[in-house]
């Protein structure tokens, strides 16, 4: 559901882990960030020349995390499964508290 890459490749479970490794972590993950941070919505971004589609989870101090998914449906699903509200990025744009989040972190590293 999540990678298309085959399994000898590194993913986010480690070297040579299996495509479902994958999904399990990247499920686990995200259903941890929605546990452990109040406030959290999701935005779907559309894939890129780079990048394919990925979910964005954002939580009320801006702080946030990202996953790639293998399609925008797929990441409404997921969000929907994580029961947080879901937005897509191209008619909402990213929230202004993301970019407070964002500056506050430079400004302190």
Do not use: C
């Not at 959290?40 to 702080?63: F, K, M, N």
């Amino acid at each position: 559901m999540f990678s298309r890459r085959p399994a000898t490749t590194t993913s986010a479970s480690g070297p040579g882990a299996a495509p479902s490794d994958a999904r399990r972590a990247t499920l686990a993950h995200l259903q941890d960030f929605v546990r452990t941070r109040v406030g959290v919505e999701a935005y779907v971004e559309p894939p890129t020349q780079d990048t394919g589609a990925t979910l964005l989870l954002i939580a009320t101090t801006g702080e946030w995390t990202r996953r790639r998914v293998p399609d925008e449906k797929t990441a409404f699903d997921v969000a929907g499964s994580l029961g947080v509200p879901v937005y897509n990025v191209r008619f909402t744009g990213y929230p202004q508290r993301m970019r407070d989040w964002n500056s506050r972190q430079r400004r302190s590293s």
